[in-house]
């Protein structure tokens, strides 16, 4: 399905009347493989999600707030922050970032960029697509002498928190002028809600670049770029490049499982890389909202790859599955203590 499509028709999949209803909010970055598993989801069950795709920093507010059973960032929270919220905090699903680009007769793929360049263009230093140091990693194609429009995000977002850590990582200027977080003051461009909004954005203005999850740019067939990676190598935003990128990440290396995966060694990988988690409280008000939401994600982890991979997000490995479980049955828990995912079980 096309994902404006899913954005502008429908913010939540609703379960029928009578059926408890999961609540969820937060990022857009993973919202086609929730949709998608949401559906598959209620034709098994009957039970609808209500999912608001509203950005990662509207979903850690409105799970601070106790007005949805869960959250969803692609932003981890640092375990500080966790505990102090009382939040158990979990891996979903990992896909790629692409920049995208609108420029005539320049197919998917044509272009090529590295990290430092693709900072300055974000920072506004190179203003037009014929600019030396684009041509320099592009011989052969014909760039235009065309003005660049930058897209970036106007709300909270882990699409941006994934996509700013990796400029900083690779550009000193990035890090020091612009920095990391969900929101930022950015130098140049324009603003758009969601990877929606930006692919949007993207899709109707010539000599325009932005920044989308990868499900978004292939869905709504965007012409996405090539990266140069820690590497050197050139790769194509793939499954298996995400893949490559996460094969040997720790995830209990920090405290819930948030491991940022940008700019990761290896020939295959994918520089922009990126996990999106989900938040919920330990101890909730509403254990049997909880519970159901809890069957959902084990559900999804359990049928989901396949969806998952259709759409080129990376499942997660069973390993870390086996380890987000064990963490549930130990740390979400009813008002008298008992585990609720134990209790499902």
């Known amino acids: 399905m096309h994902a404006?499509?899913?954005?502008?028709?429908?913010?939540?999949?609703?379960?029928?009347?009578?059926?408890?209803?999961?609540?969820?909010?937060?990022?857009?970055?993973?919202?086609?493989?929730?949709?998608?598993?949401?559906?598959?989801?209620?034709?098994?069950?009957?039970?609808?999600?209500?999912?608001?795709?509203?950005?990662?920093?509207g979903g850690i507010k409105?799970?601070?707030?106790?007005?949805?059973?869960?959250?969803?960032?692609?932003?981890?929270?640092?375990?500080?922050?966790?505990?102090?919220?009382?939040?158990?905090?979990?891996p979903m699903v990992m896909g790629g970032i692409v920049p995208v680009v609108n420029l005539e007769g320049v197919k998917p793929g044509d272009l090529t960029l590295d990290g430092p360049t693709l900072a300055r263009i974000f920072l506004g230093e190179i203003k037009s697509w014929d600019d030396p140091a684009i041509a320099k990693l592009n011989a052969g194609v014909k760039l235009p002498k065309q003005a660049i429009a930058i897209v970036h995000r106007s709300d909270g977002s882990?699409?941006?928190?994934?996509?700013?850590?990796?400029?900083?990582?690779?550009?000193?200027?990035?890090?020091?002028?612009?920095?990391?977080?969900?929101?930022?003051?950015?130098?140049?461009?324009?603003?758009?809600?969601?990877?929606?909004?930006?692919?949007?954005?993207?899709?109707?203005?010539?000599?325009?670049?932005?920044?989308?999850?990868?499900?978004y740019a292939k869905q709504n067939k965007l012409t996405y770029t090539k990266m140069i990676n820690?590497?050197?190598?050139?790769?194509?935003?793939?499954?298996?490049a995400f893949?490559?990128?996460?094969?040997?990440?720790?995830?209990?290396?920090?405290?819930?499982?948030?491991?940022?995966?940008?700019?990761?060694?290896?020939?295959?990988?994918?520089?922009?890389?990126?996990?999106?988690?989900?938040?919920?409280?330990?101890?909730p008000q509403d254990a049997a909202s909880t519970a159901e939401a809890l069957k959902f994600f084990a559900w999804s982890y359990a049928k989901g790859g396949k969806m998952a991979e259709e759409l080129d997000y990376v499942p997660m490995p069973a390993n870390v599955v086996k380890d987000v479980q064990n963490t549930w049955a130990s740390e979400v828990k009813d008002a008298s203590g008992k585990s609720l995912y134990a209790v499902m079980n």
């Open 243 to 283: 893949q490559a990128a996460a094969a040997n990440a720790n995830w209990k290396s920090q405290p819930g499982y948030g491991v940022i995966l940008a700019n990761q060694p290896g020939a295959e990988s994918w520089p922009m890389t990126a996990a999106t988690w989900i938040l919920l409280y330990k101890k």
């Open 62 to 90: 409105q799970i601070k707030a106790k007005t949805v059973t869960f959250g969803a960032s692609d932003a981890p929270l640092p375990g500080k922050e966790l505990d102090e919220s009382g939040l158990a905090q979990f």
């Open 230 to 240: 820690k590497d050197g190598k050139t790769v194509a935003p793939t499954a298996a």
């Open 4 to 57: 404006f499509a899913v954005a502008a028709l429908s913010a939540f999949i609703a379960a029928p009347a009578g059926a408890a209803d999961i609540s969820g909010a937060g990022a857009t970055f993973p919202y086609p493989i929730y949709a998608k598993w949401a559906d598959a989801y209620k034709k098994e069950t009957g039970v609808g999600l209500n999912y608001q795709s509203i950005g990662s920093g």
């Open 158 to 215: 882990g699409t941006t928190y994934n996509f700013a850590y990796y400029l900083g990582d690779v550009s000193p200027e990035w890090k020091s002028k612009v920095g990391v977080n969900t929101a930022l003051e950015w130098p140049a461009g324009i603003g758009a809600k969601g990877n929606e909004g930006v692919a949007n954005n993207v899709a109707n203005t010539k000599g325009s670049i932005g920044y989308v999850e990868y499900a």
